[in-house]
């Protein structure tokens, strides 16, 4: 701008600009004078008046705050300083004083090229064009990405995109600071606060204001991002909840600026000074120009600016920034108001983990001022809301499909985050079947096969595995193998983990000899990842060979480790070899902890060695281990299974005697006891008390129920709560549990005509299919037969076909075997030849020519 000024129009602005009262709290003060010497006002006079009048506000405020140091006026000069506050010697810029070349100016001795010569870097009175005042940037190449800072924070993301700034041309700094007139006046004036009285004392910047961060947006008559930060807040804004700063910049890209002013900024933005960081700054700004502001030294101003941004955002004053930012969007820096200097904000927000606040900047206050959010912010909001928790991964999940809406890349390392907080439930807004999260990665394996690491297929093979979604499982190990990627003893260890949940021991061997065959070696880890997955495939043996490997590398002396084999053991029905274990574990010095003493118990109740359990249980008290619920569930459930009700009743007064909770396995095992004991009113007692207590009823409880009240001859009632009672008044559908327990129980009872009935409101309640249904009707056709009812059988074999679901297919069928029982037992008896007939002519269309041909027969 300064090249399009006469040398009257200079000394014009230079007047203005002297009588105005310029600080680095007054509002835009400097571009006020170049705009009353362009406009060619009324006088100097009234453009100083209209300077004037600009509002004061905190050091923080748009331009202010970056671009107008200011001078101060002719009376701040003569005025008294304040007590303590030493005189500050003109500073030297080209070989002259800021007071001469005021007086230069004031009697238009310096010529506008002149001006441009010191703007652009020259020495005073080189004539430069004005195309050679900004250096064309080379493809590729940037000022000062934002990677810089990043990478010093140890994160590699894709901040790279921060540098979109500089692919129009390499910007003169000067625009970072206002235009020509602002460079040639404003950066020689005194950087600090005047003396108490003069007028800088007029503006809001306070001592320890860097201390207090304001709260109230600005000063009256602002208007604009004052009264919006003033809205904001109100309720969003929070305080920074850690004192340590964010990492300087790297020191390579500070290397062409002045090694004092770089250490004094960095002091003072650590210390959380921020307002005479400012200062600083902009005495940075002052240094390098006399000598030439280079690309080098450009970059290096620009990545203070972003620590600068980033510390305002980590201390939370983000205010402060928001105006500064405004101030520049204002002025002639505005180019630097995009998306790299945000991107600094959001990196502070980030280390906050103020996930409102990184929200507002994305969602609001970056689309207000014209900037898009690119690829490193969204990375940094995505990155933002991952750490916020489980209720905010939702919002994350949004951004990452935003992301690859728009063909941006996402950060690896944010979506490794994203993909361990993946449940197994579904997500119901899409009525997908299985989560979101798995689409979105897998789309991410595709779209950034380069980004795709050990750590994120990890990360997404344990969600399968926590699925048990094997087929998803085996399809990531393939892309696994498709892009080179080497699995670790924590991949294997995976792969292992989730074969054993599913039962399928080869395919647990098969991983662990291709671990083998990889050169890889087995850690602690791994080896308990195996010996787990043997002891759920059910194969004890390979477990104890596990074991013995581990012994010989000593990595055996772990509780869990003891504990999965005493669980196998358990399983096994074996109390002996899993008593002697806990007896190994003692001379080991291995520490036995409650769930030790509970799978213990466990293997002595379910080998009926009640004596044992006791012994246990004396054992766990000399060790000074607390029983929990588990331990009394357990023992209640074996004196249940024994039929001795009373030690199980004792047992679970003992119980609440500890302030423990009975849940529902408790009341199911203590109502178990109570069918074995044939005892209905203490059954249905501890039903009430269980919806006393808050206890909510499943399946598994009402099916204890009917077996109680069918033990009592009550099958009336046992049908009345499947019916009715369930559904309406305790909210529970029967299951296929319920359904199995109703229609056993009417079998047991000799009572077919209830069996039946159960069947026909089974059926019309949809409650069980496939071969759940076929085995009801199964057991009732048994009991038509042990009675005789052949009638009721014919009856039951065509509705087991015609009101069945067209979908159950061969599963649904009766087998032909019992088809064929039926129909002799027909012949054998005679009587029913009509009804027969209509049968099999019904059963043709369902189990074929050829089966009803050897039936009729």
């Not at 920074?240 to 600026?257: E, F, I, N, Q, Y």
């Not at 970059?299 to 928001?322: Q, T």
């Not at 480790?561 to 096994?572: E, M, R, V």
């Not at 048994?782 to 009721?792: N, R, S, T």
Request: proline share 4%.
């Amino acid at each position: 701008m300064a090249g399009l000024l006469s040398a009257a129009d200079l000394a014009t602005a230079h007047r203005v600009q002297g009588v105005a009262s310029i600080d680095s709290s007054s509002e835009g003060c400097a571009a006020v004078a170049v705009a009353a010497a362009v406009a060619k006002p009324r006088s100097s006079a009234c453009a100083a008046e209209v300077a004037k009048k600009q509002p004061s506000e905190t050091s923080g405020t748009a331009l202010a705050a970056v671009a107008s140091t200011g001078d101060a006026s002719p009376d701040a000069a003569s005025s008294d300083p304040a007590p303590n506050t030493p005189q500050r010697p003109l500073r030297q810029v080209g070989g002259q004083s800021s007071q001469r070349r005021r007086r230069r100016a004031a009697g238009g001795e310096l010529q506008a090229d002149d001006e441009i010569g010191c703007l652009s870097g020259g020495q005073a009175g080189e004539r430069r064009s004005p195309a050679a005042t900004r250096t064309p940037q080379s493809a590729g190449s940037t000022a000062l990405p934002v990677s810089s800072a990043s990478q010093a924070r140890g994160r590699k993301g894709l901040e790279s995109a921060d540098s979109d700034e500089d692919d129009e041309g390499f910007v003169d700094f000067g625009d970072f600071l206002g235009d020509g007139q602002d460079l040639a006046e404003d950066f020689d004036a005194v950087d600090f606060p005047s003396p108490a009285g003069g007028p800088a004392a007029v503006g809001s910047s306070v001592e320890g204001h860097d201390r207090v961060p304001r709260r109230q947006g600005g000063s009256a008559g602002r208007g604009g991002v004052s009264g919006r930060v003033a809205a904001v807040n109100s309720g969003n804004w929070s305080p920074a909840p850690r004192s340590s700063p964010p990492p300087p910049p790297p020191a390579g890209s500070l290397k062409a600026l002045p090694s004092d002013c770089v250490q004094r900024f960095l002091h003072l933005v650590r210390e959380g000074e921020y307002s005479e960081a400012l200062k600083a700054l902009r005495k940075a700004r002052r240094a390098v120009k006399g000598r030439g502001c280079s690309r080098e030294a450009f970059g290096g101003l620009r990545a203070l600016l972003h620590h600068l941004l980033e510390g305002y955002a980590f201390a939370g004053r983000m205010p402060e920034a928001l105006e500064l930012l405004q101030g520049m969007k204002r002025g002639a820096e505005g180019r630097l108001v995009g998306a790299a200097a945000f991107n600094a904000l959001l990196r502070g927000l980030l280390a906050r983990g103020s996930l409102v606040e990184a929200r507002f900047i994305v969602r609001e206050e970056m689309p207000r001022m014209g900037v898009s959010p690119n690829e490193a912010s969204l990375n940094l909001f995505m990155d933002t809301a991952a750490r916020a928790g489980p209720a905010h991964l939702d919002e994350a999940w949004d951004v990452l499909e935003e992301m690859q809406a728009r063909g941006l890349r996402a950060d690896k390392y944010t979506v490794s985050i994203l993909t361990k907080g993946i449940t197994d439930r579904g997500d119901k807004r899409r009525g997908a079947a299985a989560p979101r999260g798995v689409a979105l990665v897998e789309k991410f394996l595709v779209t950034q096969p380069d980004h795709v690491d050990e750590v994120l297929v990890n990360s997404l093979l344990d969600v399968f595995c926590r699925m048990g979604d094997m087929t998803r499982l085996e399809a990531t190990l393939q892309k696994m193998r498709e892009y080179g990627i080497r699995g670790s003893a924590v991949t294997y260890g995976t792969i292992v983990k989730a074969y054993g949940r599913s039962g399928n021991i080869e395919k647990v061997l098969q991983a662990w000899e291709g671990m083998s065959r990889e050169g890889l070696e087995a850690n602690a880890v791994t080896y308990g990842c195996m010996l787990d997955a043997c002891v759920k495939c059910g194969h004890l043996d390979q477990a104890l060979q596990v074991f013995s490997l581990m012994k010989a590398k000593c990595l055996h002396r772990n509780t869990i480790l003891y504990a999965t084999l005493i669980k196998g053991f358990a399983k096994s029905k074996d109390p002996g070899a899993a008593r002697a274990l806990h007896s190994e574990m003692v001379r080991e010095g291995v520490m036995c902890n409650v769930v030790v003493f509970n799978s213990l118990i466990d293997a002595c109740v379910r080998a009926s060695d009640l004596h044992g359990a006791a012994e246990v249980l004396q054992q766990m008290a000399a060790a000074g281990v607390q029983p929990d619920l588990i331990t009394f569930s357990t023992l209640i459930k074996g004196y249940c299974s024994n039929g001795d009700l009373a030690k199980a009743m004792r047992l679970a007064e003992e119980l609440q005697a500890r302030n423990l909770q009975c849940d529902e396995i408790v009341y199911n095992s203590l109502m178990e006891g109570c069918v074995k004991a044939g005892d209905l009113q203490l059954g249905l007692k501890l039903f009430s008390g269980m919806r006393q207590q808050g206890v909510r009823p499943g399946s598994v409880t009402f099916s204890i129920l009917v077996k109680l009240l069918a033990r009592a001859g009550r099958l009336d009632l046992a049908c009345q709560l499947v019916a009715y009672e369930m559904r309406e008044e305790h909210g529970v559908v029967p299951t296929r549990m319920v359904w199995s327990c109703l229609v056993t129980c009417a079998v047991k009872a000799k009572d077919l005509t209830r069996a039946a009935a159960a069947l026909e409101l089974l059926d019309l309640e949809a409650g069980a299919v496939g071969a759940a249904r076929a085995s009801m009707y199964a057991a009732v056709l048994e009991g038509c037969l042990a009675q005789g009812e052949v009638g009721l059988a014919l009856s039951l074999c065509f509705h087991a076909f015609t009101r069945g679901t067209n979908d159950e297919g061969p599963r649904g069928f009766l087998s032909t075997e019992l088809l064929r029982r039926v129909f002799e037992c027909i012949g054998s008896k005679g009587g029913h030849q009509a009804e027969a007939t209509e049968t099999l002519v019904a059963l043709r269309s369902f189990i074929g020519e050829q089966a009803c041909a050897s039936l009729e027969e």
